[in-house]
């Protein structure tokens, strides 16, 4: 069974690690999509702070993950066909947006499956980055730091 999942991976995190290792519990064969600066850009505010080719090597570099592809629009169909996917993992914050819903029509007239799993609560690069910027804040603004 091949198990595909996306995102952008950015602060590499044990969330991330959490949802990969669940994804090797699914099948024999972990492939992860991961988003280019211009897709991420098309859906979230923040730009990436690791480079893509940075994220690429680093999810290459786990033992969980066999395959590391990048993707350059927001589309996951394309992915799907070229891994011939069985199990498509997506996050909790999946809705009714028409690059989903073309994967997810795609997925169930192939009989295959979307699991949908819910992230890990202990961390995210949103809330890294926004420790990172109040904690340089504190150092570049110590008088303004709250005791």
Excluded at 10 to 38: I, K, W
């Amino acid at each position: 069974m091949i198990v595909y999942t996306v995102g952008t991976f950015d602060l590499l995190h044990v969330g991330h690690l959490a949802l990969l290792e669940y994804c090797r519990t699914l099948g024999s064969v972990v492939a992860v999509g991961v988003a280019s600066d211009n897709v991420v850009n098309s859906y979230k505010p923040n730009v990436p702070v690791i480079p893509l080719d940075q994220r690429l090597e680093m999810l290459k570099a786990l033992g969980c993950v066999d395959i590391v592809r990048p993707y350059y629009e927001l589309e996951y169909v394309s992915g799907c066909k070229e891994l011939n996917a069985d199990i498509f993992v997506v996050g909790e914050d999946w809705g009714a947006k028409p690059h989903n819903l073309a994967v997810e029509t795609y997925l169930k007239a192939r009989g295959k499956e979307i699991v949908q799993i819910l992230y890990n609560p202990r961390t995210s690069s949103t809330r890294i980055k926004k420790v990172v910027i109040a904690q340089s804040h504190r150092d570049v603004f110590p008088e303004q730091a709250v005791a």
